[in-house]
């Protein structure tokens, strides 16, 4: 249970995220410089807690491939924030959540095992929810734009490898050191395509630092730390389910702090999410329940 809580907090950190980067274009700052200085800082912060066990400083093989490992975490914020450049945010919310299924039939097709039926059933009941609580029922899909789409899809398909490689690749080594390695990738992706012009330029400290920093706590730290503890022992499926926690997180969180008006069809979405996520445990718990006992 407590590996499942670690995914659960890891996916509801990243739900905070689109409220913060709302904040900060209000602001006047640009995707180079929230991306930049969030990556930047959540490099930062994941190294912090790795520098006092590098005394297991893993083999040359393993830190590249650690560092490949983190490429989905960089990739992910980079294709979701073009796809909200063509798309509005409910129907892009809707594309990246698509990471829930192909999570499962990722882990489908590696251990060539069939989800179970409760599985299968709160898969359905995700993405029905998905569509509630985005708001796609209430604004339409007016504003459809073919790019957006395939950059909302792409995000889904790297969420899902951010997902997986956080509970595969070099699993043997320190939890701490992963998660610093895999921060090293993600930064070194994104400022190849977005030079880090903002730590010379004054503008981090002249407001820009207060938003990085959250995103870089809420949006690489906490879920890369919860991830990379958790999926191993939820696995991939499991956790792409748990993932789905995100978007009430950010309905919430925009109801909250930015204060911007939730239907009555959206908060239902919430609701069939959350119905969705606790289905695949409450049916493992109540199929244990039912087994036999060994002495009878």
Known sequence: MRYILLVFLGACSYGILSTIVKLAYGQGYSPAEVVGGQIFFGFVLTWIPALFALRHKPPLKRILLLLAAGLPVGSTGLLYYNALQHIPASIAIVLLFQFTWMGVLLETILTRKKPSAPTLFSLVLLLAGTLLAGGVLDKGISEFSLVG???????AVSYTLFIFFSGKAAADVNPWIRTSFMSTGSM???????????????????????????????????????????VPHT???????????????????SYIILQESVSLLQWLGVVVILLGMVLPEWARHRGKSKAPSPLS
């Open 149 to 155: 789409v395939i950059f909302g899809l792409l995000a």
């Open 188 to 230: 070194l992706l994104i400022f190849l395509i977005y030079p880090p012009a903002f730590l010379t330029s004054g503008v981090l400290w002249e407001g820009l630092f207060g938003y990085v920093f959250l995103l870089a706590l809420f949006g690489v730290f906490v879920p890369t730390v919860c991830f990379t503890f958790g």
């Open 235 to 253: 696995g991939p499926g499991m956790a792409g389910i748990l993932g789905a926690a995100e978007l009430p997180t950010a309905v919430f969180s």
